[in-house]
């Protein structure tokens, strides 16, 4: 299993341009969760999907970022117009429940945002 | 509501020493409990987990019990080693999580070993 997989690893943009990261989730499973990593503020739930719905965007900073699931094997976070603040490690992770009930999340290798 | 609160770091230690990075946690009903590693520059990864009381998770030398009278779940490792560094987040999912597939998150803890 190629596991989750984000794009680009690293972006670097400038103030007030839009950034559009991407994932794919492992194949089968149907919830994928958006993160947030600063040193700051640690690790932060931005926006989770249920089968391709999303369930729970409290943690979406706000209206200038955004997150679609269009099928069960994408889903894009995009951020515009960006700013310097934005600048964080974003991870992509899914899980299923499958057959034995247990909660496991799987996380990409993240996204590496600089917005100068 | 569910919480999660993990020993601050950051940790260090010499190679070999015993390690226990504390967790403890307020949930209702029986949540799973999950240690997650994230070694530097990689996303975090499942190092052991436990799903009901007096289970104990185990890997990599790692280990945890669940421990339902003290609600903790505290993770040990008898002799780290250098490639041990890295930081560990206590996590926990609800009671039958059915739909609602979100994680309770501690801070993590950041532990470097010294050769």
């Known amino acids: 299993d190629a596991g989750v997989i984000q794009s680009p690893r690293h972006e670097v943009t400038e103030m007030g341009q839009e950034v559009t990261l991407r994932c794919k989730p492992i194949s089968g499973h149907n919830s994928l969760f958006w993160y947030r990593q600063t040193m700051m503020r640690g690790l932060e739930l931005l926006i989770y999907?249920?089968?391709?719905?999303?369930?729970?965007d409290s943690g979406m900073p706000e209206d200038r970022f955004s997150a679609k699931m269009p099928n069960a094997s994408f889903s894009t976070l995009k951020i515009q117009p960006s700013e310097p603040r934005d600048s964080a490690v974003y991870f992509c992770?899914?899980?299923?429940?499958?057959?034995?009930?247990?909660?496991?999340?799987?996380f990409g290798a993240g996204t590496r945002l600089s917005v100068l | 509501g569910n919480s999660v609160t993990q020993m601050e770091g950051p940790v260090t230690l010499s190679e070999e020493a015993f390690l226990t990075i504390n967790c403890t946690y307020t949930a209702t009903g029986y949540p799973s409990l999950f240690w997650y590693v994230q070694y530097p520059g990689e996303g975090l990864q499942l190092l052991l987990k436990?799903?009901?009381a007096d289970d104990k998770g185990s890997n990599k030398g790692f280990e945890a019990t669940y421990r339902k009278e003290t609600t903790s779940f505290h993770l040990e490792k008898g002799s780290v080693q250098v490639s041990d560094s890295a930081v560990y987040f206590c996590a926990l999912s609800g009671h039958r999580a059915g739909n609602n597939r979100k994680l309770i998150w501690g801070l993590g803890t950041s532990l470097a070993v010294n050769p």
């Open positions: 436990a799903t009901k």
């Open positions: 992770a899914s899980s299923s429940l499958g057959t034995t009930g247990e909660n496991i999340q799987y």
């Open positions: 999907f249920n089968n391709n719905v999303p369930i729970d």
